[in-house]
């Protein structure tokens, strides 16, 4: 399908006019306005989403497996392979020659299979209720057809597919009744200079040479423009900022950029952001937090709304040098999302398509497996809030989680209990409350001695079992009773 032809659109002209219209706004370009402001209710209540890694580094699709956290990241190709002297030795020139460029990969990056719609209903199926992709990675392409002038000929119009990927599979999504979101790097390797490498740039000199934008212009002229031009084109409900570790949030204008999208953006009363808008920002500034490979991030919390993000692997880009060993199970995954819920956090789990728009089968069962154990437990998933005694508990060798809807309590398992056991922080009337396992018509024996609710799980047959990946039992009313305290 080819991508619609869209009139040029003019950023919105300099500080000075973003300052009058703000003057007249809700929101100040000031952190203590900006962090006034809530983060949307649909966010909180959704608990799961799909990321989405797919851009040019799918065609090579490869960086060697470490056990280092963050360094298998293979949409990291550009900079850490390519960008490696002995590894652009070792694997790049070895398969692709010497005088292969990682813009190169741009025609082969071509998205012949990418079906959007049939994306959308694997999402569906897997009981997500918003979906992030990668409009632009480190490596500067972009996945619409942008009008920002240094990107003309590096973008998914003109450049590989000669689509609006951005456009079609935000269509699809919202089809199928999901959020849609947008993820965007502010930085690019071609242009930030950062201290982290002996060069003083990511890529080989001849690249910064050929294609670097300059600095006085580098905001303006591209990430200010396109972060604009996102929003005016395909309205996101969300904007996951990342790469913006090299430089303070002063020099991405980040506040003059959100003080914009919260008092003018088309969807002002929708759209959720992060807090990756500057080296400054992280749990500190923005929307949402969020942890990356570590749910267990102690700047993040349950009294903050809170994103872990994570692949299925240990990549976000498909990784060819991954196998079935490097992999989290089905069970896995669901045991990450009940912690995460269960902490007041979102997991945004991400998947890597190959380059030509097919999602690899492991990702895709792995995908529908969860969706499987949500459409019988989703209630205590969805919407839910946290239960402070539970969070409370030893997490010594832990397997039992809460959540909390209305009255409603909800303890989730991820081993079957062997022996009965007493529920956190609920203080039962003489008459215990009626308990019930989600998915299963058995009966569940509950007692109150002591001032504990104690319930003893059912005996269940194998076809009795509602799933195997995880349990939850339902107290109705169990999180109204007295000293239940939340």
Same mark, same amino acid.
């Given at each position: ?46 608990? $799961? ?50 005088? $292969? ?9 071509? #998205? ?55 456009? @079609?599979l935000t269509q699809a999504v919202r ?14 390797? @071609?242009? &930030? ?38 929003? &005016? ?22 506040? @003059? ?7 003018? #953006? ?51 880009? $498909? ?59 989703? @209630?205590?998933?969805?919407? &839910? ?77 194998? #076809? ?18 007295p000293a239940a305290g939340r």
């Amino acid at each position: 399908m080819p991508f619609i032809h869209y009139a040029p659109w003019l950023l919105l002209a300099g500080i000075t006019a973003a300052t009058q219209a703000q003057a007249q706004s809700t929101y100040q370009p000031t952190w203590a306005s900006l962090d006034q402001r809530p983060v949307p209710q649909w966010f909180t209540d959704a608990k $799961f989403g799909i990321f989405i890694h797919w851009g040019v580094y799918s065609v090579p699709a490869y960086r060697p497996v470490s056990p280092r956290p963050y360094e298998t990241y293979a949409e990291w190709y550009g900079a850490d392979v390519y960008g490696n002297a002995a590894l652009r030795e070792s694997f790049h020139n070895k398969n692709y020659g010497p005088t $292969f460029t990682y813009r190169d990969f741009g025609p082969l990056f071509r #998205a012949e299979l990418f079906d959007p719609a049939r994306w959308a209903d694997l999402f569906v199926r897997a009981g997500a209720r918003y979906v992030v992709l990668t409009s632009k990675h480190h490596d500067g392409y972009s996945l619409w057809p942008t009008t920002a002038p240094y990107k003309q000929q590096w973008n998914s119009g003109a450049v590989g597919p000669k689509r609006d990927l951005v456009g @079609e599979l935000t269509q699809a999504v919202r089809a199928r009744g999901l959020k849609m979101g947008l993820y965007y790097s502010l930085m690019e390797w @071609e242009s &930030t200079p950062t201290t982290s490498r002996p060069g003083g740039y990511y890529l080989p000199p001849a690249d910064i040479a050929k294609y670097q934008i300059p600095d006085a212009q580098y905001v303006d002229q591209n990430s200010l423009w396109q972060l604009k031009e996102l929003v &005016t084109r395909y309205q996101p409900a969300l904007l996951f900022a990342d790469g913006e570790w090299d430089r303070p949030a002063k020099y991405w204008k980040s506040r @003059e950029f959100l003080a914009w999208l919260y008092n003018n #953006a088309p969807n002002k009363t929708e759209v959720v952001v992060n807090d990756r808008w500057g080296r400054d920002t992280r749990s500190q500034h923005g929307g949402y937090y969020t942890s990356e490979y570590a749910s267990d991030n102690d700047k993040v919390g349950a009294h903050h709304p809170w994103e872990e993000s994570r692949g299925m692997g240990q990549s976000y880009g $498909f990784n060819r040098a991954e196998n079935i060993d490097d992999y989290l199970s089905s069970a896995q995954l669901v045991h990450q999302l009940i912690d995460i819920v269960s902490r007041g956090g979102n997991l945004l789990l991400n998947i890597g398509p190959a380059a030509d728009g097919t999602i690899p089968v492991l990702m895709q069962e792995r995908l529908v497996d969860i969706g499987k154990w949500l459409a019988i437990n989703g @209630e205590s998933i969805y919407g &839910t809030t946290i239960w402070e005694p539970g969070i409370a508990q030893d997490e010594k060798n832990k397997t039992l989680y809460y959540t909390a809807k209305g009255n409603d309590l909800y303890v989730l398992a991820t081993a079957w209990p062997a022996a009965p056991f007493v529920v956190a922080g609920v203080r039962p009337t003489r008459k215990p409350p009626q308990v019930t396992l989600l998915g299963s018509p058995v009966p569940v024996k509950a007692t109150t001695k002591g001032n504990q609710l104690t319930i003893q799980p059912p005996t269940l047959s194998p #076809a009795q079992i509602p799933s195997p990946l995880a349990y939850v039992f339902k107290i109705s009313g169990g999180a109204a009773l007295p000293a239940a305290g939340r």
